[in-house]
């Protein structure tokens, strides 16, 4: 995929009050611990993650996704009017129908002509609405979409406490598949793209591409789709280990394509912004990639794996702190379970490379 017309215009994020530290999930787990002998301390020194954050009690996602998206158009004073697709990428969402993107374009006022739909695909979510935009704006259909999404985790983690805790017949290998659950976090981020045309920034998304290893499909499971009452306890399971693994390979053979597609070595990526798995996806996926972790930029140690919001929202974090400066190539890395793989290189702000000549022949 290669884009000519296409620039981030900008992201935003909120986050949670609530803190929620690995330590305190543990001491929630005290029993469990000491029935299996683990030591306290064992969940944040296997992932890194000090605490991760819960939204209060009854919040929808789409109050938080319209917040975001709010922020996010007022900070860059673009017109609601002006917005022609709006896409909700996240996990959680309000309810099974109506979308919960549609509950958004409601709230937001958005125009009629605007193409309202959630997009699901695990942590890729907003990722792939990105790409689903940037097609939309490069064929010259819209001059500018939203993708937005808000991740809730309180369920999730409250539950598998209760579950551990309530299973007598607990193993190690048990508790080793539900801890991917006690790493979500909760968090919320808002995407803006538009035509070049149109853009304050200059940022400008240079192409990507998108990698599927669907053999791995089987590693991580969420709640059924026809849980029924149950979709209020939602639980996962996940192979971790197996999944680290297959998502390190699915890495390794899709990284150099995305290399190839925008002519780039990886010397000549300034910033990498990949999924907020945790210590030692990072640590392995870098080595792999031959990447430095100087220019990783990370947010998974205090707000935990955020889903689909993760790698937006560290994005956001790492805009707000100007780590980015003009000229800087940023590799956007997300993964998601399934596997799939969607990679996305940005120049930021007016850069190195030339600009479009053949403004002419777009539409």
């Given at each position: 995929?290669?884009?000519?017309?296409?620039?981030?215009?900008?992201?935003?994020?909120?986050?949670?009050?609530?803190?929620?530290?690995?330590?305190?999930?543990?001491?929630?787990?005290?029993?469990?611990?000491?029935?299996?002998?683990?030591?306290?301390?064992?969940?944040?020194?296997?992932?890194?993650?000090?605490?991760?954050?819960?939204?209060?009690?009854?919040?929808?996602?789409?109050?938080?996704?319209?917040?975001?998206?709010?922020?996010?158009?007022?900070?860059?004073?673009?017109?609601?009017?002006?917005?022609?697709?709006?896409?909700?990428?996240?996990?959680?969402?309000?309810?099974?129908?109506?979308?919960?993107?549609?509950?958004?374009?409601?709230?937001?006022?958005?125009?009629?002509?605007?193409?309202?739909?959630?997009?699901?695909?695990?942590?890729?979510?907003?990722?792939?609405?990105?790409v689903m935009v940037a097609n939309m704006i490069e064929l010259g259909q819209i001059e500018a979409g939203l993708v937005v999404g808000t991740e809730s985790s309180r369920s999730l983690v409250e539950n598998t406490i209760e579950q551990l805790n309530s299973t007598p017949s607990?193993?190690?290998?048990?508790?080793?598949?539900?801890?991917?659950?006690?790493?979500?976090?909760?968090?919320?981020?808002?995407?803006?793209?538009?035509?070049?045309?149109?853009?304050?920034?200059?940022?400008?998304?240079?192409?990507?591409?998108?990698?599927?290893?669907?053999?791995?499909?089987?590693?991580?499971?969420?709640?059924?789709?026809?849980?029924?009452?149950?979709?209020?306890?939602?639980?996962?399971?996940?192979?971790?280990?197996?999944?680290?693994?297959?998502?390190?390979?699915?890495?390794?053979?899709?990284?150099?394509?995305?290399?190839?597609?925008?002519?780039?070595?990886?010397?000549?990526?300034?910033?990498?912004?990949?999924?907020?798995?945790?210590?030692?996806?990072?640590?392995?996926?870098?080595?792999?990639?031959?990447?430095?972790?100087?220019?990783?930029?990370?947010?998974?140690?205090?707000?935990?794996?955020?889903?689909?919001?993760?790698?937006?929202?560290?994005?956001?974090?790492?805009?707000?702190?100007?780590?980015?400066?003009?000229?800087?190539?940023?590799?956007?890395?997300?993964?998601?379970?399934?596997?799939?793989?969607?990679?996305?290189?940005?120049?930021?702000?007016?850069?190195?490379?030339?600009?479009?000549?053949?403004?002419?022949?777009?539409?």
């Open positions: 995929m290669r884009y000519r017309w296409v620039c981030l215009e900008g992201i935003s994020y909120r986050i949670p009050e609530e803190r929620v530290s690995s330590l305190e999930i543990e001491r929630r787990l005290e029993a469990v611990y000491r029935r299996l002998r683990l030591t306290e301390g064992r969940l944040e020194l296997m992932t890194g993650i000090a605490e991760r954050r819960f939204w209060p009690p009854g919040t929808m996602p789409s109050e938080v996704s319209t917040a975001t998206a709010k922020d996010l158009l007022e900070k860059l004073q673009f017109p609601p009017e002006k917005v022609g697709a709006l896409l909700h990428g996240s996990v959680s969402r309000d309810y099974i129908e109506p979308a919960t993107a549609s509950l958004v374009h409601a709230k937001l006022g958005l125009p009629h002509d605007c193409l309202v739909f959630d997009i699901s695909n695990a942590c890729l979510g907003l990722m792939d609405g990105v607990l193993t190690r290998e048990l508790l080793k598949q539900a801890t991917a659950s006690l790493t979500i976090g909760s968090a919320s981020a808002a995407i803006l793209l538009v035509h070049e045309r149109i853009s304050r920034t200059g940022n400008r998304l240079l192409g990507g591409i998108v990698w599927a290893d669907t053999r791995s499909v089987g590693l991580c499971h969420g709640t059924p789709d026809d849980a029924g009452a149950d979709r209020m306890r939602p639980f996962m399971w996940t192979e971790s280990d197996e999944l680290l693994v297959a998502g390190i390979e699915a890495a390794r053979e899709a990284f150099p394509r995305f290399l190839h597609e925008l002519g780039w070595q990886p010397e000549d990526i300034d910033h990498t912004i990949c999924h907020q798995v945790g210590r030692a996806h990072r640590k392995l996926l870098l080595e792999t990639l031959n990447l430095s972790p100087d220019k990783d930029f990370t947010t998974f140690e205090y707000l935990g794996n955020t889903g689909a919001v993760a790698l937006p929202v560290t994005a956001a974090v790492a805009i707000e702190q100007k780590i980015f400066q003009p000229g800087d190539r940023v590799a956007l890395m997300g993964i998601g379970s399934g596997l799939n793989i969607v990679i996305l290189g940005i120049l930021w702000g007016p850069g190195r490379e030339a600009p479009n000549q053949d403004r002419g022949l777009h539409p």
